[in-house]
């Protein structure tokens, strides 16, 4: 055990993560960073991690600039790196959406799709979150087609590898509904956004703002 632990030097990190000591966490992460030798198996997955600390503080740009050191590091290991290569591509395109990039954003979530399938069973929600992300920045360049695509993937892996009322199908049953609305097809739209709310009064209070939210847009549907 304490031999893994030597091997993987951001076992202490995820530690610190877990009982919520974010800012040990990341002084231990900068730690690791000066004295890990760029070779060392463990650095890509420290400016990984790294990234992600500056995420839970909003710091998009420190979070970026992180994710970019960790898919260059990474890229290196080939096959070896694949699964957290294809995280990073993921995180990576997200903050290129939120950003208004579309083109960097389908870059990179395009590469994590492809990597996810090599290296991870095809109904790992985590693939589903990647197709679910690759919809989301359809709804902003069309065509709607790409991105009911994508969310009917997402909501088709979730349905089989999470519980019913999981947050997740949730979410998917609204976004595609969103989808049909926008495209005036008020009956199917109608239909998602009924079965994401009745799903949500199973688990939210009747005044949760995503319950009151999913009210409205049934009024929409009616109209």
Same mark, same amino acid.
């Given at each position: 055990?304490?031999?893994?632990?030597?091997?993987?030097?951001?076992?202490?990190?995820?530690?610190?993560?877990?009982?919520?000591?974010?800012?040990?966490?990341?002084?231990?992460?900068?730690?690791?960073?000066?004295?890990?030798?760029?070779?060392?198996?463990?650095?890509?997955?420290?400016?990984?991690?790294?990234?992600?600390?500056?995420?839970?503080r909003?710091?998009?740009?420190?979070?970026m600039? @992180?994710?970019?050191? %960790?898919?260059?590091? $990474? /890229? &290196?290991?080939?096959? #070896?790196?694949?699964?957290? !290569?294809? +995280?990073?591509?993921?995180?990576?395109?997200?903050?290129?959406?939120?950003?208004? @990039?579309?083109?960097? %954003?389908?870059?990179? $979530? /395009? &590469?994590?799709?492809? #990597?996810?399938?090599?290296? !991870?069973? +095809?109904?790992?929600?985590?693939?589903?979150g990647?197709?679910?992300?690759?919809?989301?920045?359809?709804?902003?360049?069309?065509?709607?087609?790409?991105?009911l695509?994508?969310?009917?993937?997402? !909501?088709?892996?979730?349905?089989?590898?999470?519980?019913?009322?999981?947050?997740?199908?949730?979410?998917?049953?609204?976004?595609?509904?969103?989808?049909y609305?926008?495209?005036?097809?008020?009956?199917?739209? !109608?239909?998602?956004?009924?079965?994401?709310?009745?799903?949500?009064?199973?688990?939210?209070?009747?005044?949760?703002?995503?319950?009151?939210?999913?009210?409205?847009?049934?009024?929409w549907?009616y109209?």
């Open positions: 055990m304490n031999k893994d632990i030597k091997q993987n030097k951001t076992t202490f990190g995820s530690f610190l993560f877990q009982i919520g000591r974010f800012d040990k966490e990341e002084r231990y992460y900068h730690i690791l960073v000066k004295e890990l030798p760029p070779d060392d198996v463990n650095i890509g997955t420290v400016y990984n991690n790294t990234a992600l600390v500056y995420q839970r909003g710091d998009m740009t420190a979070e600039k @992180n994710f970019e050191k %960790a898919i260059g590091l $990474l /890229e &290196k290991r080939g096959s #070896l790196g694949y699964p957290e !290569l294809s +995280s990073c591509y993921h995180n990576l395109g997200v903050i290129y959406s939120n950003n208004g @990039n579309y083109t960097l %954003a389908l870059k990179y $979530l /395009e &590469k994590a799709i492809e #990597l996810k399938v090599k290296c !991870l069973p +095809s109904l790992l929600p985590s693939v589903a990647v197709h679910n992300s690759i919809g989301s920045v359809y709804v902003y360049t069309a065509p709607y087609a790409n991105a695509k994508h969310f009917h993937t997402a !909501l088709e892996i979730q349905l089989k590898a999470l519980p019913p009322n999981h947050s997740d199908i949730i979410n998917a049953y609204n976004n595609i509904g969103d989808i609305l926008k495209k005036d097809d008020y009956a199917t739209a !109608l239909k998602n956004h009924t079965y994401s709310l009745e799903r949500a009064l199973r688990c939210l209070p009747s005044d949760h703002p995503f319950v009151l939210s999913t009210y409205n847009k049934i009024g549907d109209m």
